[in-house]
């Protein structure tokens, strides 16, 4: 289930037109950098960080363009159970290419799904 919030947040870093397809070298990377988030500002205050440390740059337009809804995956019709895990993967991530603005939701999800261990 981590690797599947790993590939998320390449694709997130594809979709906003960033240059360098490896900002993260592993899931270690990207966890120490929103890890325990509070909220969705919180989330955002993080991501915005570590993009700045690793020398990226969001406009605050882009940061405000990411949406704080959640159930993305199950409002978006997907059936988890339905297909295997590497469909779901490619379903998501392409779901999560086209829509880098509900990262935070997409998120969200799959920490819950992770918990329950789906």
Known sequence: MRFIFLTFF???SLSFGISEANVFN?????NSCIDGYKNFKD???????CYKKKGLEFSENE???L??????????GFNLKKFSNSE???KLKNYTFNNPDKIYGI????NSLYK???
Do not use: A, G, H, R
């Not at 998120?107 to 799959?110: A, K, M, P, S």
């Open 67 to 76: 949406s704080n809804s959640k159930n993305v995956i199950k409002d978006s």
């Open 26 to 30: 592993n899931f270690n990377d990207l």
């Open 43 to 49: 989330f955002k205050t993080k991501l915005n960080s």
């Open 10 to 12: 390449f694709i997130f």
């Open 116 to 118: 329950s261990d789906l």
């Open 107 to 110: 998120t969200e999800d799959i």
């Open 88 to 90: 779901n993967i490619l």
């Open 63 to 65: 940061l405000n363009s």
